[in-house]
């Protein structure tokens, strides 16, 4: 079982929690983490690059010199591929570049990085991130009891009270904020600390398992 202490917004240990070994205590696949990772990252390619190829490019519609006689390579167009400011072959034209993954995969290669962040104990639990008034300096005292510094990720349940809190750290670079249903291996990953609620860290451990 792995535990955890669960602390408050002033970084005092309230209590320990256990979890669930089968999300955060499993070898970690990094085959599966790259392709998820792949995945995602080739979901949010735009695909909007595109070229004229000769039936779109502008111009060219007369003959630039007769068939026979000039001593010259016959030409029909002077917007055939091979002139300058002709029409581009096998360019690109706008496509989509996301693709699936099984599930199983998806769902192995998130319970891998989770369980890589617990084993380089890089896993915070606090009681819960329930803030009086949306305050960014507020948020920013907590992350420095809590010695954050590098790039976090907070995971909230969204049974919670949690508005306050998310307001208070939009506006900073180093910090951002997930559901427990949008846990991704992306975000999980690009983070430094993920610092889970309680009740977060219990719903991660049934939903996941």
């Known amino acids: 079982m792995l ?9 005092t240990p309230l209590r ?8 955060f205590g499993i070898e970690p696949n990094n085959q599966a ?17 595109d ?11 007369r003959k630039p010199w007769r068939q026979k006689g000039t001593g010259r390579a016959r030409q ?33 290669a998130l319970k891998s ?10 896993i915070v639990v606090v009681e819960g991130l329930n803030m009086a008034t949306p305050k960014t300096k507020d948020f920013v005292k907590v992350m420095n009891a809590l010695n954050l510094e590098n790039k976090t990720l907070f995971v909230v349940s969204g049974a919670e009270e949690f508005d306050n809190a998310f307001l208070s750290l939009r506006n900073l670079p180093n910090a951002m904020m997930l559901s427990v249903e949008g846990l991704n291996v992306y975000d999980v990953a690009n983070a430094d600390v993920l610092v889970f609620t309680e009740t977060a860290a219990n719903l991660a451990g049934e939903v996941l398992a």
């Open 113 to 122: 990085i989770l369980s890589q962040k617990a084993i380089d104990t890089n």
């Open 33 to 49: 983490i790259f392709d998820a990772i792949m995945m995602q990252r080739a979901s949010v390619r735009q695909g909007t690059h």
């Open 16 to 23: 320990e929690i256990e979890l669930a070994a089968e999300v």
């Open 51 to 61: 070229v004229k190829n000769r039936r779109e490019v502008r111009g060219g519609g």
């Open 76 to 108: 029909g167009s002077i917007r055939s591929p091979q002139w300058r400011g002709g029409g581009i072959v096998f360019g690109p034209t706008p496509r989509s570049y996301a693709y699936k993954l099984n599930r199983k995969v998806r769902r192995l």
């Open 3 to 11: 535990k955890v202490n669960v602390l408050n917004l002033e970084g």
